[in-house]
Nanobody
């Protein structure tokens, strides 16, 4: 199973970025997906998760109302639209595929390589 994340970069506070993660090696549509982030000196945390069908999502309180997670099962891709970015959103962002099928996506079984997001004030 391989997960390839892309879309990170530098943004100004208040700006937007869109992350993408393409999954190969498993039946993408059966597994929930999650986006996690890790800032320097901090533990990795769940940012957003989406269930296998895309109907159920979950967000960290710190990004609720600003970030949107979505998926396109035809393209084996999960997205994270990040709006109204803040300097505290600066971190390495990782996508992950759930351990088991038909779950939400908050219990990683496989990880992507991470993509850096830096938000300047």
């Amino acid at each position: 199973v391989q997960l390839q994340a892309s879309g990170g970069g530098l943004a100004q506070a208040g700006g937007s970025l869109r992350l993408s993660c393409v999954v190969s090696g498993r039946t993408f549509s059966l597994f929930g997906m999650g986006w996690f982030r890790q800032a320097p000196g901090k533990e990795r945390e769940l940012v957003a998760a989406i269930n296998w069908g895309g109907a159920i999502t979950q967000y960290a309180a710190s990004v609720e109302g600003r970030f949107i997670v979505s998926r396109d099962n035809a393209k084996n891709t999960v997205y994270l639209q990040m709006n109204s970015l803040k300097p505290e959103d600066t971190a390495v962002y990782f996508c992950a595929s759930d351990q088991s099928p038909y779950n939400l996506g908050s219990r990683p079984g496989y990880w992507g390589q991470g993509t850096q997001v830096t938000v300047s004030s």
